[in-house]
């Protein structure tokens, strides 16, 4: 796919190439956040309310928890792999604190966050071990995850419903209070975008990923510890399933064995149009962020001019496709300006 | 598809099977490694059945393991060619809903029967076309297309029928669901899935389409080069998993006696595990429909002997991600346990670094 992007090389024409390749995905970035601005719009002409503080907070609140998995899943996917536990993940690190908290009301609050992403950080722990040491394709490997842990919740969790009643009031807290009129779930999902998408810029492991997922043989080549960095990558896509987990109980109050069910394919879809391409090497976590933005906000438009619920899936599934479909377009066209400009600088 | 960085060789099957070997010169050795193992499950699901409980081997269970393996196991028949070329196909489970909603809503407005199956058909080759389209003359990834399509056909589904539960089908089309196929103990759906895994068993093993379809699989480039028309092929697969789709789509209404917009949702993973678990490899060029039937024997079995001891759908899926997962790790560990034991080998010879450069070309070989 767009290989060209977001490959650091050393030189003139390289740092050329990389200037190109930082453009491209800020244009990507600005274009989601144009959409989402758009949407907003045309949305409150048709019915003023949309612009209310209300409407604005429940987009946030939803884009929160989707925006989260897609960090974790963008690191992911562009090493070229994909991981669909993600929505087990949660579900499980969700009710696993609900019971805790059931059977334990006056566990500290901070620390069932940690119990939360201590879950999550197991889980991926072990796809990625399986993954990488036995070598057994993610997709099939998280496949199994998703089938295992979702199934295991239902052991423990058939019958047992976590009442809104026993979990802490500060816990909850945290799910409708909002700082500044934005809701604290947001916030704590805008600064792990933040950390995670300096981290992802600006180290050297972490463009190691984007090395791995442009092409595996070459880095392997120079030396990229392939294994080490992809099973880094599950974990942390792990860890933060588990944090996401956390905060769904935060917001909902409660939680079933159903809890985040099909979560996984609603991610990797906000990931792929926050222009993340599947097929690794290139992507941004504040663009998949923004791509879960776009879609919840979508979501609630639709909701709010009253084509309900209807028109709600199929819009975001044209939205997918016309996403990649740019996508492709802007690929084509950069690699052949990127070669045009190399050339003349051969030439030269 | 996906193309795993850490992953050396397509999904190997064993130590022996180089990229090319199951296509080619030896298919039946590696092959009947994973095949055999799949029947001697079969074998064991079937005697954990007959032990767990006295109704397992009577003539409800025939009917009801195929009445309820049904869809998914049609649906797994189009997805292990898909897979073969290298793609993958998630929007099946949709276009069964999509296929369900356009046919109790037709028959509600008091269209003619068959007329209505023959255009929800068509809709299915529509769906289907979309994909192939996208995947083939844009050139997009097909687990994005997918993804895109599976939620735009539920949402077609939802706007067609929305919240309408269509039902009084003719009772000659809704006694598949209740009566097993004349002369036999088997549900209709699953004679369906019979005789349509012969004609992809013969397509898929004994044409040239079906070799053309390994080739691609195996190596994209060098099949086009040797004239096989690549993006024709995939899209007609694509075309043909919509088709097949919408097929179990009115399968699944009629067996149901009544039609909702949210039929079969989440059954996309089902079959792409089934597929997977039959030994097909999800990198493509790799895998038999004889895999895939034994693995919905597998699977079927396992379920109805579950259901009998009350154990839940969602309490199954451990049983089956654990098998999933068993059916890779199998093969690549025994590679694994190979590749590390030859390296100890030459360790003990030579210094690492040389053993980490034999490590290299092999990464390289994909």
Known sequence: MTSIVDMPLHGAPAAKSHRVAETLSRVRELTIVAAVLIVFAVTTAKNHSFAHSHSIQEILTGTAIIALLGVGETLVIVTRNVDLSVGSTLGLSAFEIGDLFTHHPHFPVPLAFLVGIAIGTATGAVIGLVTVVARVPSLVVTLAALYIIRGYVNVIGTGVQIEPSSIPSSFQKVGYESVLGIPWLFVIVVVVVAVVAWVMRSFRPSRDLYAIGSNPEAAALAGVPISKRVFTAFVVSGALAGLAGALFLAEYATVDATGGSGYELTVVAAVVVGGVAIF??????????????????????????????????????????????????VAVRAASALRAKEGATYVA | MLHEPATVGPAARGPDASPGSAGTARPWRSLLRWEGALLVLFVGALLYGGAETKEFFTQNTVFYFGNNIGEVAIMALPMALIIITGEIDLSVASMLGLAASVFGDLFSHGVEVWLAMAIVLLVGAAGGALNGFLVTRIGLPSIAVTIGTLTMFRGLAEIVLGNREPTNFPAYLTKIGLVPFPGTKLSWIFVFFLVLAVVYAVVLHATPVGRSIFAIGLQEQAAFFSGIRVKRIKFRLFVLSGVVCAFVGLLDAFKNASVRYDAGTGLELNVVAVVLFGGISIFGGRGTIGGVVLSVLVVGTINEALNLINVTQEKQNIVFGVLLLVSVLLPNGADGFHRLRRRLKRSGRSTRSIGNQQYLPQEATQ
């Open chain 1, 280 to 329: 690794g090497g290139s992507g941004t976590v504040v663009g998949a962020a923004l791509g879960a933005l776009l879609l919840q906000t979508i979501n609630q438009a639709l909701q709010a001019v009253n084509v309900a619920q209807f028109w709600d899936e199929g819009v975001a599934g044209a939205l997918l496709l016309a996403a990649i479909a740019f996508d492709r377009l």
